[in-house]
């Protein structure tokens, strides 16, 4: 432990860091186990979370040459706003479980990097806080709350903080911990609870009859509706975007709405287990809601290398979850910093060796899925 401390307050990045992937094990000399395993583990017996990661060995890329990359740039633009590279930090709740200062270091980390943040409604600090420590893009993420004025409370205060759009999560409307944090006796500290919603009423208790089952009438009970999205678009002008659809029907009803763009995503395999990998259904859905169309991705993601294929199989960019939460444990808003800048490098060596100039020009010409 003491070593453990000792390390922490090191200003330099440890040597051993040679890649984005290294955090990941280094972490685990930072968090103490408990945590980690709320971290790291999936739901079920972790059958979507492998896939997650397996899916990128799935898809092979192909070498190009007689391209001249000498003006190569990872700039996209994605809602009208310009991005210096396609890698965006997902949201992830209660930062303050690896590190004192939780979001508000991994804000600076993103300012240092103008990379984009998704701000979680469950973030240790409150959301005020991480938009005045980034100038880079910022969306906020919303979980819609039991009562409406809530919610609207969340979406005002994200609006006043100058978050750039409003992305909803629909995909956890039931979540319970891994089996692994649960073996471990975890629970969520005082500092790391979810301050946002700290002044909120707590909900009417609901007593369910004999017959009533506490999954369908108990917590399904406020599970976000179509309408749910609808009544949002009336309260915010800011660009919607939601994270956790994979389904054909249900991105059909979003299309209708005219929903500003979709994060394919199944939670990083902490939602429902037995579900395919994201990856995997990213050209189905690219297919289906038009090569215009915002379409952002998470998943697995642990190196530029699986950025590139994420790019190549259709997402616009791609959001970095569980990374970011080992690189603030082990170095703070540097370690973030410095993942993102090995994830940024990792990207650039494969565009130049595909003969990618620009991340438009990533397409499934320059991969082999084994699956073909």
Known sequence: ?????????????????????????????????????????????????????????????????????????????????????????????????????????????????????????????PLEDIANNTQAAKWFQLYFQSRKEDSLGLIRRAEQAGYQAIVVTLDTPIQTLSKGAQKLGFQLPA??????????????????????????????????????????????????LVKGVMHPKDIAQLLALNIDGIIVSNHGGRALDGTPSALSLLPTIRAQVGQDFPLLFDGGVRSGSDVFKAIALGANAVCIGRLQMYALAVCGAKGVAHLLKLLRDELELCMALTGCPTVQAINQDVILSKEQ
């Open 191 to 240: 500092d790391a609870q979810p301050i946002n919603l700290a002044n909120q009423q707590t909900s009417e208790q609901v007593t369910l009859k004999q017959h009533q089952s506490v999954i369908f009438q108990g917590m399904m009970r406020e599970a976000p509706l179509l309408q749910d999205i609808e009544w949002l678009k009336t309260q915010t002008k800011l660009p919607i």
């Open 1 to 125: 432990v003491e070593d453990m401390l000792i390390e922490k307050t090191l200003n330099n990045i440890p040597h051993d860091i040679v890649q984005a992937s290294d955090y990941e094990n280094l972490a685990k000399r930072f968090i103490e186990p408990a945590t980690l395993a709320y971290i790291a583990c999936g739901a079920g017996n972790e059958t979507t979370l492998e896939k997650n990661l397996s899916a990128f060995d799935q898809v092979e890329l192909l070498q190009r040459v007689f391209v001249d990359c000498r003006q190569g740039t990872t700039q996209t633009i994605i809602l009208g706003q310009t991005l210096r590279h396609p890698i965006m930090l997902a949201p992830v709740a209660a930062q303050k479980l690896v590190h004192s200062k939780g979001e508000v270091a991994t804000a600076q980390a993103a300012d240092a990097l103008e990379a984009g943040m998704i701000a979680s409604t469950l973030s240790s600090v």
